[in-house]
T-cell receptor, first 113, second 110 residues
Framework: DAGVTQSPTHLIKTRGQQVTLRCSPKSGHDTVSWYQQALGQGPQFIFQYYEEEERQRGNFPDRFSGHQFPNYSSELNVNALLLGDSALYLC????????????FGSGTQLSVL | EDKVVQSPLSLVVHEGDTVTLNCSYEVTNFRSLLWYKQEKKAPTFLFMLTSSGIEKKSGRLSSILDKKELFSILNITATQTGDSAVYLCAVGQGAQKLVFGQGTRLTINP
């Protein structure tokens, strides 16, 4: 049983560019959440998708957007990249309405130069 | 503003020592407290606590929650080099949204 998978593992972009990160949830999970983890910090909640809609959103600007597909996989898009967007982006999946336990992927390390 | 604070931020001990990691919180809509271990990239689940005073145990690791004083501790006994990692505390606010602390970086020296 594959766990949460994310791609790519590493990405280097320049300021102003746009990036798309991808996530496949653990088998049977229907909810996908995205977190940003800056170096030396804990993960920060970006948003959550359920039934192909954004259900909750953290304190992130509109440059951060996402999508969930009918097979429950998800994308995170970031436009107009800033140096401060450099971070590890973690995807987490879960069964909605069960409990708070999330299963995390290994993340995408984004570097903005 | 929701806040989860972990201490210490960094800890270096010798193999075989016992360590206690602390987590205090001030959040709205508390549902649960979770501990994760992050060795390289993917945080892996350790414990989820919802009730005060009930100690959760898994081998050498144990954790307890105090909902009156708003804190939790994670204990690791007889530490091994494989316990070296960042330990993350998070509060679940419902609908599976987690608020994380900064993490404690634990280093176990042989």
């Amino acid at each position: 049983d594959a766990g949460v998978t994310q791609s790519p593992t590493h990405l280097i972009k320049t300021r102003g560019q746009q990036v798309t990160l991808r996530c496949s949830p653990k088998s049977g999970h229907d909810t996908v959440s995205w977190y940003q983890q800056a170096l030396g910090q804990g993960p920060q909640f970006i948003f959550q998708y359920y039934e192909e809609e954004e259900r909750q959103r953290g304190n992130f600007p509109d440059r951060f957007s996402g999508h969930q597909f009918p097979n429950y996989s998800s994308e995170l898009n970031v436009n107009a990249l800033l140096l401060g967007d450099s971070a590890l982006y973690l995807c987490a999946s879960s069964w909605t309405g069960v409990n708070e336990k999330l299963f995390f992927g290994s993340g995408t390390q984004l570097s903005v130069l | 503003e929701d806040k989860v604070v972990q201490s210490p931020l960094s800890l270096v001990v010798h193999e075989g020592d016992t360590v206690t990691l602390n987590c205090s919180y001030e959040v709205t809509n508390f549902r649960s407290l979770l501990w994760y271990k992050q060795e390289k990239k993917a945080p892996t689940f350790l414990f989820m606590l919802t009730s005060s005073g009930i100690e959760k145990k898994s081998g050498r690791l144990s954790s307890i929650l105090d909902k009156k004083e708003l804190f939790s501790i994670l204990n690791i006994t007889a530490t091994q080099t494989g316990d070296s990692a960042v330990y993350l505390c998070a509060v679940g606010q419902g609908a599976q949204k987690l608020v994380f602390g900064q993490g404690t970086r634990l280093t176990i020296n042989p």
